[in-house]
Structures are given as structure tokens and as C-alpha cells.
């Protein structure tokens, strides 16, 4: 018989865990899921800007907030932004960050404002206003953060602006 610890954490029965075995998650790759506002292309998303789910859409169901990453590896010359403009009916925070200040730089759009913003940066989008981020050079990370538990629907918190 293996040791608890030989054991892959998902190979392991709920009748053997840890107490807070289920507490820890590994994200998954969600680029495919098709969600609200997304407009690129599965297959370029993929290549150039996967995206994790560390808890939503049913992943670590116990959490009470809604965590999604966007690796942002590369930006092409042919780069169309991969989301409209849209809302949520909750808060939602955007980090951006990378492996130096400065790498990722972005342009986050609140309503009619548009702003530049350059990682290490937390944006703040108050329930029901219209926003997007588009990253415009560099690499890193895009968190997003909505005040959402994570058995729930996002599409159903996802409303796009109609032009």
C-alpha cells in the first residue's frame, strides 16, 4: 500500500483524505469554455493567451469568490481584443502582473473612460458598469476577480453592451 502522500491528491477517495484535502485545487484551463463578450477565436486564444479557472464554473465550489487568469504569453500585430465591452451585476477587481514592473501594459475601458495601465496594477469595476481590459504590450497575468461563489453561473452575471 502506497503512502497517503504517494497518492495524488485526486486519486485519493473522500473516505482517506486530509480534513482540508479538498481545499487545494489545481487551476483549470478553461480557454476553450465559451463565455459571454468573447469574441476571438478558441485556437488563437489558446496560443497566445490561455486562460486558468482557479475556482468557478463549479471549480472548488466551496469558495465564495470567482477567480480567473489570463496568461497574456504574447501580443500580435493582428491582435484584435478578445472581448466587447460588458458587465457584471457584481464587483469585479482586474490585477494585472508580471515578472517585472512595467511588463504587461493594458488598456482598461470604465464606461466611456479609457485608461492605460502597467502591471503591477489592481482595478476596481463597480457591479453594472460597462468595462473591458485589452492588453497592448508585454506579458503576464490578467486575475479576475468577481465577488461571485464559484458554484454559480457566470454567464448568468455576464451581460454584453449592445453597441
Given amino acids: ?29 478553461t480557454t476553450l469554455d465559451h463565455h459571454r463578450a468573447h469574441k476571438a477565436t478558441p485556437e488563437h486564444l489558446h496560443q497566445v493567451m490561455p486562460r486558468l ?18 496568461q497574456i504569453k504574447a501580443i500580435p500585430p493582428d ?16 490585477v494585472f502582473v508580471s515578472e517585472e514592473e512595467g511588463g504587461l501594459e493594458s488598456e482598461v475601458t470604465l464606461e466611456d473612460e479609457v485608461y492605460q495601465v502597467a ?15 485589452v492588453p497592448i504590450r508585454g506579458h503576464g497575468f490578467v486575475f479576475v476577480i468577481l465577488d461571485l461563489p464559484c458554484d454559480a453561473d457566470y454567464n448568468a452575471h455576464t451581460f454584453p453592451v449592445k453597441p
Fill in 53 to 70: 479557472t482557479f475556482c468557478g464554473d463549479g471549480h472548488l465550489p466551496e469558495s465564495p469568490i470567482r477567480i480567473v487568469a489570463r
Fill in 79 to 94: 491582435y484584435e481584443p478578445h472581448v466587447e465591452l460588458l458587465t457584471h451585476d457584481v464587483d469585479t477587481l482586474y
Fill in 119 to 133: 502591471s503591477p496594477m489592481t482595478v476596481l469595476l463597480p457591479k453594472n458598469v460597462p468595462h473591458r481590459y
Fill in 1 to 29: 500500500m502506497r503512502d497517503q502522500w504517494e497518492v495524488p491528491l485526486g486519486e485519493r477517495s473522500r473516505w482517506t483524505m486530509k480534513k482540508y484535502e479538498y481545499c487545494f485545487k489545481a487551476p483549470l484551463d
